[in-house]
T-cell receptor, first 112, second 115 residues
């Protein structure tokens, strides 16, 4: 099936460090999305990618849509304490933009 | 604008009991969704409603029913709750219908425990 595999599962970093995480699939996705979930809240969309090879930034966040269409990467530069949370990749089931599949998430902890 | 609201925030049920989770959005969105999130896992789609008057199954629909009451409201019903349905439930909405994946806006979640 169209499963999304995220790595790493968790990260413990020092404030100011850069962070990289990725998402891979055995199937092609036409859209990649990155969400962040704060404790006790619903996910919030950070970045959306619609074309293979696309590189998009949102402040200190940069995400890339892999050219194989089977992976995506999210980088966070100069991390700050409020970056703490769970980061999810997601993508719509091929042929149905309403059927979204999520990865298991990368839990980020930032030590001041 | 309140965005997407969900009630209740917390609920404890006994096995076999029924309940309805309520969701409402004030953004005039066409599409609405119900997800569940289990520990260490991403969100999994239960049901969605692409537009008022339609509902479709997602990845994990068994044990649930939904009703799109009107454009604003989309409810999720558990007819006979089971411990396996212990989870955090999220409702979301999106404008949808433009041929690309629209941004989904999520509610704060309902934490359900089935004993």
């Amino acid at each position: 099936g169209q499963q999304l595999n995220q790595s790493p599962q968790s990260m413990f970093i020092q404030e100011g460090e850069d962070v990289s995480m990725n998402c891979t699939s055995s199937s092609i996705f036409n859209t990649w999305l990155w969400y962040k979930q704060d404790p006790g809240e619903g996910p919030v969309l950070l970045i959306a990618l619609y074309k293979a090879g696309e590189l998009t930034s949102n402040g200190r966040l940069t995400a890339q849509f892999g050219i194989t269409r089977k992976d995506s990467f999210l980088n966070i530069s100069a991390s700050i304490p409020s970056d703490v949370g769970i980061y999810f990749c997601a993508g719509p089931w091929v042929g149905n933009n309403n059927d979204m599949r999520f990865g298991a998430g990368t839990r980020l902890t930032v030590k001041p | 604008n309140a965005g997407v609201t969900q009630t209740p925030k917390f609920q404890v049920l006994k096995t076999g009991q029924s309940m309805t989770l309520q969701c409402a959005q004030d953004m005039n969105h066409n599409s609405m969704y119900w997800y569940r999130q289990d520990p260490g896992m991403g969100l999994r789609l239960i049901y969605y409603s692409a537009s008022e008057g339609t509902t479709d199954k997602g990845e994990v629909p068994n044990g649930y029913n939904v009703s799109r009451l009107n454009k604003r409201e989309f409810s999720l019903r558990l007819e006979s709750a089971a411990p396996s349905q212990t989870s955090v439930y999220f409702c979301a909405s999106s404008e949808a219908g433009r041929g690309i994946t629209d941004t989904q806006y999520f509610g704060p979640g309902t934490r359900l425990t089935v004993l």
